[in-house]
């Protein structure tokens, strides 16, 4: 079964720059979340998608975006980057239940310039 | 999200048990006590989770205080591989449903050195 996949793996902007990100999540999986980790504030929830709606959101500016797609594929996209945008961004997916565990992938590590 | 306390960093040999203490005084009834564990240049893993009673899977064991209050996560035979950052994570697994499943509440987790 394959795993979360994220593309690209790495990326190098310029700030005022926008980007977007890709997540495809585990076949079956329809929520589908992400996160920002940076070395100095950790791993921070950004938002989580189910059904293509947007379920909860992380306390992160506008700039952040995201959507989903009808086969549970994912995007989020960053507006007007700014220098400390720079960080590994993870996506992770599972089963809209309670306890169902999450499954991340290996990120995309963005650096902004 | 209630919060959890761990230490910063632990030491182990190769294939010796390991056990990763976390502290969680203010967990609620239907608080669920989830770990993960990064390997470096890699997205968090799920390990185990559990409520009440002890918990078994093949990459752990969860043993949970008959208070709640603590659990340790229990590696029982270290490998070099099992280096990483572990994560003690509560989760509600009742009201989850009514706000996001997909929301973890991350700390700084515990830092495991295996030493060969």
């Known amino acids: 079964k394959a795993g979360v996949t994220q593309t690209p793996r790495y990326l190098i902007k310029t700030r005022g720059q926008q980007v977007t990100l890709s997540c495809s999540p585990i076949s079956g999986h329809r929520s589908v979340s992400w996160y920002q980790q940076t070395p100095g504030q950790g791993l921070q929830f950004l938002f989580e998608y189910f059904s293509e709606t947007q379920r909860n959101k992380g306390n992160f500016p506008g700039r952040f975006s995201g959507r989903q797609f009808s086969n549970s594929r994912s995007e989020m996209n960053v507006s007007t980057l700014e220098l400390g945008d720079s960080a590994l961004y993870l996506c992770a997916s599972s089963f809209f239940q309670g306890n169902s565990p999450l499954h991340f992938g290996n990120g995309t590590r963005l650096t902004v310039t | 999200d209630a919060k959890t306390t761990q230490p910063n960093s632990m030491e182990s040999n190769e294939e010796e048990p390991v056990h990763l203490p976390c502290n969680h005084s203010?967990?609620?009834?239907?608080?669920?006590i989830h770990w993960y564990r990064q390997l470096p240049s890699q997205g968090p893993e799920y390990v185990i989770h559990?409520?009440?009673s002890n918990v078994n899977n093949r990459m752990a064991s969860l043993a949970i205080a008959e208070d709640r209050k603590s659990s340790t996560l229990i590696l029982h035979r270290a490998t070099l591989r099992d280096a990483a950052v572990y994560y003690c994570?509560?989760?509600?697994?009742?009201?989850?449903?009514?706000?996001?499943?997909?929301?973890?509440?991350f700390g700084q987790g515990t830092i495991l050195t295996v030493h060969p």
């Open positions: 203010t967990i609620s009834g239907t608080d669920y």
């Open positions: 994570i509560l989760r509600d697994g009742v009201n989850a449903g009514g706000t996001s499943y997909g929301k973890l509440t």
């Open positions: 559990g409520l009440t």
